[in-house]
T-cell receptor
Framework: GAGVSQSPRYKVAKRGQDVALRCDPISGHVSLFWYQQALGQGPEFLTYFQNEAQLDKSGLPSDRFFAERPEGSVSTLKIQRTQQEDSAVYLC?????????????FGSGTQLSVL | AQSVTQLGSHVSVSEGALVLLRCNYSSSVPPYLFWYVQYPNQGLQLLLKYTSAATLVKGINGFEAEFKKSETSFHLTKPSAHMSDAAEYFCAVSDGGYQKVTFGTGTKLQVIP
């Protein structure tokens, strides 16, 4: 596609519900990142994939958060038993090879509200 | 550990005035530094990046930033603000790895007509 696509754009969940957020990176991009952006804050790193391999998940806040990219393209971020503190915008980004001087392309994000 | 500090969560300038958004970084290794812009309901867009080449970096939309190692700063400037520059700006740092980027808390720029 032309850019990084994320769905849904908005998600409202009741506390305790499981949610799944989808990211479609730019076709052919090797690297994929998930970031969490709380209200009034900068994005914070959650996890990184190179193709289907999850190379870094050090930013995942708890074991309720799980991400996968089984075929090296589309990625899903799953949050189990959502809590109010999970309310945030979840951003996905991708890049061609993952080289540091390469440009990251961000999606518009999924805004998650946990009631 | 790497980090960035953005001074001022809100900055207001008059249309046509100089824009100066401040960023100081901390990194244990020579850093890669970035400025991103976020318009309402849109994803982050890269404005410019410093990757150890020229210390004065020119980006899109007339923005530029200067890397000053002695001051550990990477301030963003634009000589003349335009109404379309109103957005939130994020400074970010990477330690040169695989683009694991650490963002600042952002500065919202308001442009007054």
């Amino acid at each position: 596609g032309a850019g990084v696509s994320q769905s849904p754009r908005y998600k409202v969940a009741k506390r305790g519900q499981d949610v799944a957020l989808r990211c479609d990176p730019i076709s052919g991009h090797v690297s994929l990142f998930w970031y969490q952006q709380a209200l009034g804050q900068g994005p914070e790193f959650l996890t990184y994939f190179q193709n289907e391999a999850q190379l870094d998940k050090s930013g995942l806040p708890s074991d309720r958060f799980f991400a996968e990219r089984p075929e090296g393209s589309v990625s899903t971020l799953k949050i189990q038993r959502t809590q109010q503190e999970d309310s945030a915008v979840y951003l996905c980004a991708s890049s061609g090879t993952g080289a540091t001087n390469e440009k990251l392309f961000f999606g518009s994000g999924t805004q998650l509200s946990v009631l | 550990a790497q980090s960035v500090t953005q001074l001022g969560s809100h900055v207001s300038v008059s249309e046509g005035a100089l824009v100066l958004l401040r960023c100081n970084y901390s990194s244990s290794v020579p850093p890669y530094l970035f400025w991103y812009v976020q318009y309402p309901n849109q994803g982050l867009q890269l404005l410019l990046k410093y990757t150890s080449a020229a210390t004065l970096v020119k980006g899109i939309n007339g923005f530029e930033a200067e890397f000053k190692k002695s001051e550990t700063s990477f301030h963003l400037t634009k000589p003349s603000a335009h109404m379309s520059d109103a957005a939130e700006y994020f400074c970010a740092v990477s330690d040169g790895g695989y683009q694991k980027v650490t963002f600042g808390t952002g500065t919202k720029l308001q442009v007054i007509p």
